[in-house]
């Protein structure tokens, strides 16, 4: 069963701009993790956030989470055409260390030049 | 570093066969990951392998099975396959809670 779900499930933008995108999911979590994938090829580790962490920062990309609304949010700043790929954000199965991810359906961005 | 890896990359398979597909984990990751990709299904648990031993294991028929070998690398079977089978299976190898995934198979069933 999908744990989370990304929000909005598409997303247009121009190069520059920034994309948002926001993921929220329904038990508690250890953790919460975002991927990127390109055209249906192997899914590329971004960024992950402990439950006890409210903000992170990777580069161009912020991460939020707020465990009391069981939410997250990506933002992607200057967004480039190579940004154009699916995100998901993927919560652990279980409190159990090592267990397996849940996935939700993903976002699709496409940035245009 | 070597990232994970996949074999084969691509693979087409007619109804009833089976198939064998492998993942070697990154370097020191003791714990590997099955998934699978279909389409509009989203990305789903198929898997769990750590030190050898199936830890965990989603909401998959007994058809899909695997193994894990003493050097960490993985193998996933799939008999009997069915059309709904065509997918892209993803292999992630772990250590403490970030999983890197592999580049995938894409499995096509006709």
């Known amino acids: 069963s999908q744990q989370g779900e990304e929000d909005p499930q598409a997303l247009s933008i121009q190069e520059g701009e920034n994309a948002t995108m926001n993921c929220s999911y329904k038990t508690s979590i250890n953790n919460l993790q975002w991927y990127r994938q390109n055209s249906g090829r192997g899914l590329v580790h971004l960024i992950l956030?402990?439950?006890?962490?409210r903000e992170k920062h990777s580069g161009r990309l912020r991460v939020t989470l707020d465990t009391s609304k069981k939410s997250s949010s990506l933002l992607i700043t200057a967004s480039r055409a190579a940004d154009t790929a699916s995100y998901f954000c993927?919560?652990?199965?279980?409190?159990?260390?090592?267990?397996?991810?849940?996935f939700g359906k993903g976002t699709t961005l496409s940035v245009s030049s | 570093e070597a990232g994970v890896t996949q074999s084969p990359t691509h693979l087409i398979k007619t109804r009833g066969q089976q198939v064998t597909l492998r993942c070697s984990p990154i370097?020191?990751?003791?714990?590997v990951y099955w998934y699978q990709q279909a389409l509009g299904l989203g990305l789903q648990f198929l898997l769990w392998?750590?030190?050898?031993?199936?830890?965990n294991r989603g909401n998959f028929p007994p058809r899909f099975s695997g193994r894990q070998f003493p050097n960490y690398s993985s193998e996933l079977n799939v008999n009997a396959l069915e059309l709904e089978d065509s997918a892209l299976y993803l292999c992630a190898s772990s250590v403490r809670d970030t999983q890197y995934f592999g580049p995938g198979t894409r499995l096509t069933v006709l």
């Open positions: 392998y750590d030190e050898g031993e199936e830890r």
């Open positions: 370097s020191g990751h003791t714990s």
């Open positions: 993927a919560t652990d199965a279980s409190r159990q260390a090592g267990t397996a991810l849940i």
């Open positions: 956030i402990r439950s006890n962490e």
